[in-house]
C-alpha cells in the first residue's frame, strides 16, 4: 500500500500544478499547490484501508469509530487555525495531518494497535527490503 501510495503521491507533487493548468487553466493555478500537499493524504488512507480487515480480525471496530472522531475533531480544528492564514494549502495539512493521525499515529497510542504503526513505518522502507530479499 505504501508503494502504490507513493507511486501516486510523488508524481503528483509534482506534477499537480502543470495538471491544474492544463485541466482548469490559469483561474485555477493555486488549485496546484493545495494539491500537492493533499495527495498526501493518500499515504493515510491507503494504511487505513489496509488495516481495517486485521481492525475487523481482531475486533478492534470501536477504536477504529474513536480514531476516526478524533481524526475529524482534529481536522475541524486545524482547519479553524490554518484557512485564516493559509488558506486551501492550510485545509490541505490540516487533512494530512488529521489523517496521519488517525491512521498512524493513533496506532503508536495503544497497545494493541502499536505493532501496526511500526509495520506501517517500516512499509515507508520497502526499497530497503525489496533489495534485501
Known amino acids: 500500500m505504501s508503494l502504490l501510495a507513493l507511486a501516486i503521491a510523488v508524481p ?3 506534477l499537480s500544478r502543470p495538471l491544474v493548468l492544463l485541466l482548469f487553466g490559469a483561474r485555477y493555478e493555486a488549485a496546484g499547490a493545495i494539491l ?3 495527495i498526501w493524504a493518500a499515504l493515510f488512507v491507503f494504511w487505513g484501508v489496509a488495516q481495517e480487515p486485521w481492525n475487523i480480525a481482531e475486533g478492534l471496530q470501536r477504536l ?3 480514531r476516526t472522531m ?3 475533531i482534529l ?3 486545524l482547519n479553524l487555525l490554518l484557512i485564516p492564514s493559509y488558506g486551501g494549502v492550510g485545509a490541505a495539512v490540516a487533512t494530512v495531518t488529521a489523517y496521519g493521525v488517525a491512521a498512524w ?3 503508536a497510542l495503544d497497545r494493541r494497535t502499536r505493532v501496526m504503526f511500526f509495520l506501517q513505518a517500516k512499509s515507508i ?3 530497503k ?3 534485501n530479499s
Open 75 to 77: 481536522n475541524v480544528g
Open 105 to 107: 499515529l493513533g496506532n
Open 64 to 66: 477504529t469509530l474513536y
Open 129 to 131: 527490503y525489496l533489495l
Open 70 to 72: 478524533a481524526g475529524a
Open 125 to 127: 522502507l520497502f526499497p
Open 12 to 14: 503528483m507533487t509534482v
Open 36 to 38: 500537492a500537499v493533499h
